[in-house]
């Protein structure tokens, strides 16, 4: 009777643990070694499943066929990549659309990215709940939510996202000139700009700098 090699658990992660993960490659004289596993604390990882917004799409138009989409879950960003006719994987994804990934880790030049085996549209308030449903797993260290009342957060929320819509036409905005411009304690200021990126309601396409995905 033939054997079947069981399948490697998709550990549900967000984008910033992948990338502290501790790298190891197989034994190769290989210049480019494979990957063999990714070591997060007591796991080893092959699989993942995240939830991220999806900020950039690129296809090749060479004769070495292949695309990548730039995934970011508020807490980091990764590349998914295809290549050859798994291209149609990425046929009806497009630049703001917030998609589960179940998919192999892979590198390349040191960088890690996923090679996807399963990818589906969600609902933005998923990365919410996919980060509470890992916090409540992994409890984190971070200090809790700083109190302010409700209209005020509010307000502020709706402020921020007018300032970060309105500064569309220069590709973004600082998050040091959100700070300098919002009347409000910085710490508040930055609690909500994570917020609004976790919700997938703007994005960072370069660190420090946000942009309004809607």
Known sequence: MAEFKKRETAYKLRINDLLRGNQIFEESEALNKRLKLLELGNK??????VIANVIDKYESDGERKFASITLDDGSGQIRARVFGED????SNISQGDTIVMIGVLRSFNQELYILPELIKK???RYLLIRKLEIE??????E???????????????DELINLI???EAKEGIEKEEIILTLKTQPEIIVQEIQKLLEEGIIYEPRPGIVRYLG
């Open 44 to 49: 080893q990882i092959i699989r993942v499943n």
């Open 143 to 157: 200090p809790t939510n700083l109190s302010k009342p409700k209209q005020e957060i509010k307000a502020l929320r």
């Open 87 to 90: 291209l149609s994987k990425f």
């Open 136 to 141: 409540k797993s992994f409890p984190s260290t």
């Open 165 to 167: 819509k309105n500064s």
């Open 122 to 124: 969600t609902d933005p």
